[in-house]
């Protein structure tokens, strides 16, 4: 039975079929997810190869590799053929992924000009996520943002918000302005009567404390809700 299963391993594969001898020989532009992972996973199991087993996993997420991103380790171990140091494998690389986009874009000031300059700045920190949080960006005199900060935490349907927070963070820092925004894991972009007293609750503070709120933003993988571009801040 052993001898069986190793014979899925791709240093066993006819040297065309390898993809690490196809990244070596064509650059890793040339390899498919599918290969890609199989590199990372090494082995399949006794009765199909490593690439066709990523194939399976890319297939129960539609071959979106955000949706992959969200699998557990519990998610991807359901797999014939991965346990638990496979799946960790391809979370940590899909992970490191999301961190070099997340890096390579606070490598250059970010002036927020429009509501997408927020989306475009903050998906990286929120994509991928089970569970609900919320951030406060500030801003300076020439709406550059000069800290990004992880306010709560939550769960599946939402997160607390602590307004004096918010405001204390931002006085600290001689914000001259903020905008907030947090994901909803569902997908849905609708806000909802909480987050609209939330955001009416910051306005309101934000003038007290001379802090303006220039936007609150509900962001999804797929797309955002800008308060302030629907004029219902």
Same mark, same amino acid.
């Given at each position: 039975?052993?001898?069986?299963? !190793?014979?899925?391993?791709?240093?066993?594969?006819?040297?065309? =079929?390898?993809? *690490?001898?196809?990244?070596?020989?064509? @650059?890793? !532009?040339?390899?498919?997810?599918?290969?890609?992972?199989? $590199?990372?996973?090494?082995?399949?199991?006794?009765? +199909?190869?490593?690439?066709?087993?990523?194939?399976? #996993?890319?297939?129960?997420?539609?071959?979106?590799?955000? +949706?992959?991103?969200?699998?557990?380790?519990?998610?991807?171990?359901?797999?014939?053929?991965?346990?638990?140091?496979?799946? $960790?494998?391809?979370?940590?690389?899909?992970?490191?992924? *999301?961190? *070099?986009? !997340?890096?390579?874009?606070?490598?250059?000031?970010?002036?927020?000009?429009?509501?997408?300059?927020?989306?475009?700045?903050?998906?990286?920190?929120? $994509?991928?996520?089970?569970?609900?949080?919320?951030?406060?960006?500030?801003?300076?005199?020439?709406? #550059?943002?000069?800290?990004?900060?992880? #306010? %709560? *935490?939550?769960? $599946?349907?939402?997160?607390?918000?602590?307004? /004096?927070?918010?405001?204390?963070?931002?006085?600290?820092?001689?914000?001259?302005?903020?905008?907030?925004?947090?994901?909803?894991?569902?997908?849905?972009? /609708?806000? %909802? +009567?909480?987050?609209?007293?939330?955001?009416?609750?910051?306005?309101?503070?934000?003038?007290?404390?001379?802090?303006?709120?220039?936007?609150?933003? #509900?962001?999804? =993988?797929? @797309?955002?809700? %800008?308060?302030? =571009? +629907?004029?219902?801040?």
């Amino acid at each position: 039975m052993e001898n069986q299963k !190793q014979a899925f391993g791709i240093k066993l594969w006819a040297k065309a =079929d390898r993809p *690490r001898e196809k990244l070596l020989d064509k @650059g890793r !532009q040339a390899l498919t997810e599918a290969e890609l992972i199989a $590199i990372l996973i090494g082995s399949g199991s006794k009765n +199909e190869t490593a690439v066709e087993l990523s194939k399976k #996993i890319l297939a129960s997420v539609e071959n979106n590799l955000n +949706e992959l991103g969200k699998l557990s380790v519990n998610d991807l171990s359901k797999f014939n053929g991965i346990g638990d140091a496979k799946a $960790i494998s391809i979370i940590a690389a899909l992970e490191l992924g *999301r961190r *070099r986009k !997340q890096e390579k874009e606070t490598t250059k000031p970010n002036k927020i000009t429009t509501s997408k300059d927020v989306f475009d700045l903050m998906l990286p920190s929120m $994509i991928d996520l089970p569970h609900e949080e919320f951030w406060l960006l500030l801003l300076n005199k020439a709406n #550059i943002v000069v800290r990004k900060e992880l #306010i %709560s *935490r939550g769960g $599946i349907s939402g997160t607390v918000v602590d307004t /004096k927070i918010i405001f204390k963070t931002a006085i600290v820092n001689y914000a001259s302005s903020i905008i907030v925004c947090h994901n909803h894991p569902s997908g849905n972009l /609708k806000p %909802s +009567e909480a987050d609209k007293k939330t955001t009416f609750n910051i306005k309101e503070a934000g003038k007290l404390m001379e802090i303006p709120l220039l936007d609150h933003l #509900i962001i999804t =993988d797929n @797309g955002f809700f %800008s308060f302030n =571009d +629907e004029g219902i801040l």
